[in-house]
């Protein structure tokens, strides 16, 4: 068996019915988790990053690493964003300034 296939069948497994990928009707958050203290420190643990790699995206680099970097740059700004797109719908959130 493949690592991929290994993989594959580990992964299977673990999906059950309680585990499965909500639709995008379904609202991934709601107000309690967008107020708790678990999301507070989440989100502000992904601003820091995402000035550090914005900071780090200034610098001269290969065409490579700029994109793997505009890539990590990109994630972060989706998971700050779920949250934010179900409470002001399409808004995007507002940067602390770190």
Known sequence: MSPDDLARTLYD????AETTIPSEEE???NDHDRSSAS???MRRYLWRQLFVLRELNDAPKTELDTAT???RIMEI?????LACKQQQEGA???????
């Open 69 to 71: 970097l505009r890539g």
């Open 77 to 81: 700004k989706n998971l700050l964003e």
């Open 13 to 16: 497994s673990r999906m059950t």
């Open 92 to 98: 995007s959130t507002p940067d602390p300034g770190y």
């Open 39 to 41: 999301w507070e420190k």
């Open 27 to 29: 609202p991934l958050f």
